[in-house]
């Protein structure tokens, strides 16, 4: 790395970017993703925030050694995914901010050509680029706002189907994401964000523990009447929820918390209550169909889809919010 990119604190230096990647026992694509990002930042000014959410498989000591340019966070507990993000936040210098996930892979010259697009944008309040899957296919990150019709849509399965081009509205199925468009969700795997927008609007809301903060963020920024646009303008590969991936059927329970909790802040207690049920409903119906799945046909697919699902079912309560702190 050009060792102008980053370094120590030094009031006296303007900072592009700040990059805040928050980790928690992804330590090989911790690493990879350092070592794109740092090969990718060009003639940037830049600061890297690494934020390690109590990690028990030695990141934050491979961030240390490893990565010594990198500012280092080691938290003595997993404080989620918005507050630590949120620490970040606070030590960030830069005039745009980036939230950066561990399992992704920064390509090219992705970061400058993301600051110039924003900098030439000045009524854009945060943007997305175009994400790539491990396989090398696009990934539909840039959605619409998960409204009561997205969420039947979506857990209904009639997203799957490719026409009427109305039930993919949600994932905006029909875009192949090879054009500049604006969206009312970028997704937190890369999101550059306005050091100006995080000041009008607050940092992320710690309420949301695992999922739907960065949504719950973009709606605020929209209210606040800043746009949110795709440009594809560089690329990165995101390998996908690898930390979600050890949480078995929790994962499941967090998002649902989250997609409720984000309804009854946005729509009021009613429209909680709405989601709440729907959500509900598709988990029964999912445990049902699973559980007789599994007695008629000897899957072991459908053995452990029905276990899955049934464990759902059983901390249906949990789905519902139960504190509420201030949003930050």
């Known amino acids: 790395m050009n060792p102008q990119s980053t370094g120590g604190p030094n009031p006296e230096r303007h900072i592009d970017l700040s990059i805040v990647i928050v980790n928690w026992n992804t330590r090989k694509m911790t690493r ?33 050694a490893d990565f010594p340019e990198v500012a280092l966070i080691r938290n003595s507990e997993n404080r989620g995914f918005a507050a630590a993000n949120n620490q970040g936040f606070n030590m960030a210098r830069g005039k745009h901010v980036l939230l950066l996930n561990t399992d992704t892979l920064v390509h090219g010259n992705a970061l400058p050509a993301s600051v110039v697009w924003l900098n030439a944008h000045p009524d854009v309040g945060a943007m997305g680029c175009r994400v790539l899957n ?9 959605s619409m706002y998960p409204s009561v019709l997205n969420q039947i849509l979506q857990l209904s399965g009639l997203s799957k189907l490719r026409h009427p081009r109305f039930f993919g509205r949600h994932s905006m199925t029909h875009w192949l994401r090879d054009s500049e468009r604006e969206v009312e969700v970028i997704s937190g795997c890369y999101l550059l964000v306005r050091r100006s927008v995080i000041d009008q609007i ?3 809301d710690e309420n949301f523990f695992f999922f739907g903060e960065e949504t719950d963020w973009c709606k605020r920024m ?14 990165i590969t995101h ?15 967090l998002l649902s918390e989250s997609i409720v909790r984000l309804h009854r802040k946005h729509a009021g207690v009613f429209g909680g209550l709405v989601t709440f049920g729907i959500i509900s409903m598709f988990n029964a119906t999912r445990a ?5 799945a599994a007695v008629f046909s000897s899957s072991e697919h459908a053995r452990a889809r ?6 759902v079912l059983k901390v249906t309560s949990r789905v519902w919010p139960k504190s509420e702190r201030a949003a930050k």
């Not at 990879?32 to 000591?61: F, K, Q, W, Y």
């Not at 491990?134 to 840039?142: A, E, H, M, R, Y």
Request: aromatic share 8%; hydrophobic share 40%.
């Open 306 to 311: 029905g276990k899955h699902f049934r464990a």
């Open 288 to 292: 049902l169909y699973w559980s007789f």
């Open 202 to 204: 607050g940092l992320l």
């Open 134 to 142: 491990t396989d090398g296919s696009v990934q539909l990150t840039c």
């Open 32 to 64: 990879e993703c350092l070592a794109s990002v740092s090969s990718g930042l060009g003639d940037l000014a830049a600061e890297i925030l690494v934020v390690d959410n109590a990690s028990t498989d030695g990141s934050a000591d491979m961030v240390e």
């Open 222 to 235: 929209r209210d606040a009447g800043w746009r949110l646009m795709f440009a594809p303008v560089g690329e």
């Open 239 to 253: 390998h996908g929820s690898v930390s979600a991936r050890k949480l078995d059927y929790h994962r499941d329970v």
